[in-house]
Every structure is written in structure tokens, then in C-alpha cells.
């Protein structure tokens, strides 16, 4: 029966694949920031580090890593240097680190610190890639500050972070998992159905 139940759900979660990535820059004022200090090092629920996680840092270190929180103009956020987040690329604890998902997902939005064109972010639906996202999509590529950006419109269950020169920081990863459409319920509930029926027949 769980043998079943797992098929039509890998089935019904397939069916809603997307082919295309839409990239969205929310915001890129350190105003927008504060509100996300609280949760800049915590993953989406059924999400975790496959192999070596990144390094998770605070505050800026000149030519390792530079804090997504640090204010670069306008409005300070207070306490800005002990807000964590992630980082990878050569000084930090790995060059490429990649995220993990228990389920497939249709978007992620993360907040992206000091974009650089040595930057790139991979988005994997099994073995197979699906997407790679380039500062290029969120111009200009300055090195400074930070940008909130939102990915959507694919399917995937890794995402891979990684930098070949100083560092890639992120932080705030967020996640929508593939929605199980109305008439999946009803097949699963009719599913449990049939396993209940089945065990009191057994119990008979």
C-alpha cells in the first residue's frame, strides 16, 4: 500500500514540472533587512546541508567575507555586525555548498550578499540541472551590499551555492514545496480509504 501511495504522489508532483525560471529582485535597501535578522541562518522546514555545510559568519572579514547586513548607505540596521548568515568560497569552510530538499520546490527567495560575477547558484531536480543563476540576471554585479532576490517558476529539490574567488554570502532561504493539487487529495484520501478496508479484512 505505501508502495502506492508513494507512486502517485511522485506522479501528481511531477505533472506540475516547470520548464522556465523567472528571476525577481525584491529589494536592495538595507531598510528591507530588518525584518530578517531574526531568521537570516534558518532553512525551510524539510530542507538541510548535503556533505559540507557553508561556513556561517558574522560582521566582515577583508577578502574572506562581507556581511549582507553591513549598511551601505541609507538606513543602518542596528546591530548589523552580529546578525549571521552563510558563506562559501575559498577562506571560508567550502568553495560549494548545496541545500537539500525533502520534497520538490517551485521557488526560493534568499537574500544575496556583496553579488559578484565569480558568483553562481545551481538549481537541481534530481541529477539534473535545471537552472543557474548568474549576478548577470540581477544587474549590475557591484561586490557591495545586497539584493533580495525571489526565483520562481522552476522545479528543483537541491540548490547548490558556490564562489571561486572571496566569497558567496547568503542568507533567509526560503522555499515554496510543490502544492499537491485538489484531485491528489482525493486520490490519497481514497487511497488510506482501500489501506483501511484492507486492514480490517485482514483483522477479520
Known amino acids: 500500500m ?15 514540472a516547470a520548464h522556465a525560471a523567472t528571476v525577481t529582485k525584491l529589494a536592495d535597501a538595507p531598510a528591507a533587512w530588518a525584518g530578517l535578522a531574526a531568521t537570516s541562518t534558518v532553512l525551510p522546514v524539510g530542507a538541510g546541508w548535503v556533505g559540507t555545510p557553508p561556513a556561517t559568519r558574522q ?29 562559501v568560497g575559498p577562506g571560508n569552510d567550502t568553495t560549494s555548498a548545496t541545500l537539500g530538499f525533502d520534497r520538490k520546490q517551485t521557488s ?30 540581477i544587474v ?17 529539490d537541491s540548490v547548490a551555492f558556490h564562489s571561486t574567488s572571496n566569497a558567496l554570502e547568503f542568507s533567509n532561504v526560503t522555499t515554496t514545496p510543490v502544492p499537491l493539487p485538489a484531485a491528489a487529495w482525493m486520490l490519497l484520501s481514497g487511497l488510506a480509504g482501500l489501506g483501511v478496508l484492507s486492514r480490517r479484512k485482514s483483522a477479520a
Open 2 to 16: 505505501r508502495k502506492y501511495l508513494a507512486t502517485a504522489i511522485a506522479a501528481i508532483m511531477l505533472s506540475g
Open 59 to 87: 560582521g566582515n572579514l577583508a577578502g574572506i567575507y562581507r556581511s549582507p547586513f553591513e549598511p551601505t548607505g541609507g538606513t543602518t540596521l542596528a546591530d548589523w555586525a552580529t546578525v549571521a548568515y552563510f558563506a
Open 108 to 137: 526560493m527567495t534568499f537574500l544575496w550578499g556583496s553579488p559578484d560575477t565569480y558568483n553562481s547558484i545551481k538549481f537541481f531536480d534530481g541529477v539534473d540541472l535545471q537552472f543557474t543563476l548568474l549576478t548577470s540576471a
Open 140 to 156: 549590475p554585479a557591484t561586490g557591495l551590499g545586497a539584493s533580495l532576490v525571489k526565483i520562481s517558476d522552476l522545479l528543483f
